[in-house]
């Protein structure tokens, strides 16, 4: 089939790299791609926002599926744009992407079908009154997020009352625009988090990838600025049997039926960002998609047809195909530009690349470019993903390491210990 890859980052990279490899794949396209995503297909420079450029392509081009890795389209309403075109979609429908495109949606979807999940009020401007009230009956630190997409910058932790309540009148005064028009305020809760990521068809049936967790922050032992993640560790060992066994009949089926009984069409991906409170999982928070940079290391330890099981789940139905976890350990680090994630520069030649071993680490590229003399250079602030596989995550972080000391450019960093966290359980 004739596959259309929407989105740039380190996630596409990883995706292209799985669905190039599927014996279903004719051709493969991304949009936009970057500067590594050409070696699994070819690049395209539509935006994956503009859908009727997207049309007119996949018109063109007799395109199959489209495969949507970041979230604005699907909440712009690309399932529903093109579910009436001879194109199937992995991705859910606009109602859908409201669980990541409004988080007082997810909250109140969560609350309807007994999904645990932090205590939480919603507030506009209107009721404020009852949102510094509301404030007062939590205890510190107090947990402000903006109901819509802000970049991932949208939470806010904090520790007095009085910044609290501060933020709270900021937030709803614009200060992430329309997406603080209403804030959630809600418990806060204690834990380790991970990620859980669920393929389903819409008609109740899933099935479940690789768990794994991220590192968000910039510095190492979680300090610092919030990132789009420094690294990724599959699996986690403390998501194992038991918590997942809990995950399954708390979480991931009350989702799936709850879509089901809503008569909301989800034909993709649901990422469950989960936290382990005293071994209760319960969500922080859904997304629409996969994770970045979960997927630069769940990609490798999915052991299946991804192409066939897309396309399964956007038919509408997975059957009995089976979803193969790899049993080794993958781990990804993320070399990004220094100054990351503030203002940073770009146009930084890369080199070593070749130097890398491509039987033990994979380099998914994110922030990266050709130059006009076709140089490898640096385009963001999370430049590329050294994912490597290992029998335990000492053993594949030293590979990533390894990988690591080979590319280079001016400023590259990187956290020294991913997963360091997890090798202690
Ligand atoms: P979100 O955008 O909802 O994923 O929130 C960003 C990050 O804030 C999460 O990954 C958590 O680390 C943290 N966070 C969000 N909600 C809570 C909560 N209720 N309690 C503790 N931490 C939270
Ligand atoms: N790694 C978190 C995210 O993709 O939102």
């Not at 450029?53 to 007799?62: E, G, M, S």
């Not at 994630?341 to 922030?367: R, W």
Request: aromatic share 8%.
């Amino acid at each position: 089939m004739k596959i259309l890859l929407l989105g740039s980052g380190g996630r596409e990279s990883a995706l292209a790299w799985k669905i190039k490899q599927s014996p279903l794949t004719d051709s493969l396209f991304i949009a936009p791609g970057n500067g590594g995503t050409d070696s699994y297909g070819t690049n395209v420079a539509i935006k994956p926002t503009d859908f009727e450029a997207i049309d007119k392509f996949v018109t063109d081009n007799a395109i199959d599926m489209i495969v949507v890795g970041n979230e604005d389209p699907l909440v712009a309403g690309i399932y529903d744009y093109f579910e009436s075109k001879p194109v199937l979609v992995v991705g859910p429908s606009k109602a859908g992407a409201a669980l990541e495109g409004s988080k007082d949606f997810a909250k109140d979807f969560m609350t309807r079908h007994n999904i645990p999940t932090a205590r939480y009020r919603s507030f506009t401007a209107d009721t404020i009154e009852q949102g510094y009230a509301f404030l007062e009956t939590l205890t510190p630190p107090y947990v402000l997020k903006a109901d819509g997409l802000a970049a991932g910058k949208g939470v806010l932790i904090i520790d007095s009352l009085d910044e609290a309540r501060e933020a709270l009148k900021e937030m709803l005064g614009g200060m992430f625009g329309n997406a603080s028009a209403t804030v959630v305020i809600e418990e806060f809760l204690s834990g380790i988090e991970c990620s859980v990521f669920v393929l389903t068809d819409g008609n109740g049936g899933y099935r479940v990838l690789p768990v794994a967790k991220d590192y968000k922050r910039i510095g190492e032992g979680d300090t610092g600025l919030n990132t789009g993640g420094m690294g990724a560790v599959s699996p986690v060992p403390f998501a194992d049997e038991a918590f997942m066994a809990k995950v399954t009949e708390s979480i991931i089926e009350p989702t799936v039926k709850g879509l089901l009984a809503d008569g909301i069409t989800y034909r993709g991906f649901i990422f469950l960002g989960l936290i382990n409170v005293g071994g209760e999982p319960m969500v922080i928070e859904y997304n629409v998609r996969m994770g970045d940079p979960e997927t630069e290391a769940v990609m490798l330890r999915v052991d299946s047809d991804l192409v066939e099981l897309m396309q399964a789940a956007a038919k509408g139905n997975l059957g009995t195909l089976e979803l193969r976890q790899d049993p080794r350990t993958a781990v990804t680090v993320m070399m990004v530009s220094g100054g990351y994630p503030g203002s940073y520069p770009k146009g930084k030649v890369i080199t070593g690349t070749e130097a890398v071993n491509p039987d033990t680490t994979i380099l998914f590229h994110a922030g990266t470019a050709r130059d006009a003399e076709g140089r490898l250079v640096t385009s963001g602030g999370r430049v590329i993903a050294a994912s490597s596989y290992g029998t335990d995550i000492a053993d594949a972080l030293a590979r990533s390491f390894e990988a690591v000391s080979r590319v280079d450019f001016d400023g590259k960093y990187f956290r020294r210990d991913i997963g360091k966290d997890l090798m202690k359980h």
